[in-house]
C-alpha cells in the first residue's frame, strides 16, 4: 500500500472564496500590466538581482545631474518604470510561493488518487481473469486509458 502524504478536502466556499479574490487581484492589477509574446520575452535585456542597484544609482544620478541625460532616454519614465518593477516584485514572489504550493498539492493529490485508481483496476483485471463479466466489462472501459496494452490491443479490430 502507498504512503499517503496528503488527505484534503476544500470546501466550495473556500473554493469559491478563493476564485473570487483571484479574480479580484487580477481584475486590479490588469490596468498596470502588459503582455509580451513568447518571442518578446526572450529578446529584451533583462534586469537582475545584480542590476537593480545599477539602475537605482542612475535613476539618484539622473536627478542630481541631469546636464548627463542623453536626449534618448526619459529620466521620469524610468524611475516611474524602476518603481513599477520595485513594486510588484514582492506581490510576484508571494505569488510563485502560492503556485508553487498548489502546483506541489497538485501533483501529491493526482499521484494519490492515480495510485488508487491503478489499485482498483489491478483487482478488476485479477476478477475478470477469474471470470467476472461483471469484472471483464469494467476491464474494457478502463483498459482504454492504456491503448498500447495487450488487453486494449486484443479489443480492437485488425487493421486490413
Do not use: W
Not at 469494467?138 to 486494449?152: A, G, Q
Amino acid at each position: 500500500m502507498s504512503k499517503n502524504q496528503i488527505s484534503v478536502e476544500i470546501p466550495q466556499d473556500i473554493v469559491t472564496q478563493i476564485s473570487t479574490k483571484f479574480q479580484e487581484i487580477k481584475d486590479l492589477l490588469t490596468p498596470y500590466m502588459g503582455v509580451m509574446t513568447v518571442d518578446e520575452r526572450k529578446s529584451l535585456p533583462k534586469m537582475s538581482d545584480k542590476s537593480v542597484a545599477f539602475v537605482n544609482k542612475v535613476i539618484e544620478y539622473t536627478f542630481a545631474n541631469p546636464k548627463f541625460i542623453p536626449s534618448m532616454m526619459d529620466a521620469e519614465e524610468c524611475k516611474k518604470d524602476y518603481t513599477a518593477n520595485q513594486t510588484l516584485l514582492p506581490l510576484h514572489a508571494v505569488s510563485q510561493q502560492i503556485g508553487e504550493m498548489m502546483k506541489d498539492t497538485i501533483m501529491l493529490t493526482g499521484h494519490e488518487a492515480y495510485v488508487q485508481a491503478l489499485y482498483y483496476y489491478g483487482s478488476v483485471k485479477l476478477a475478470a481473469k477469474a471470470g467476472d463479466a461483471e469484472a471483464k466489462t469494467i476491464v474494457e472501459d478502463l483498459s482504454k486509458r492504456f491503448p498500447n496494452s495487450r488487453n486494449s490491443s486484443q479489443n480492437k479490430p485488425d487493421k486490413e
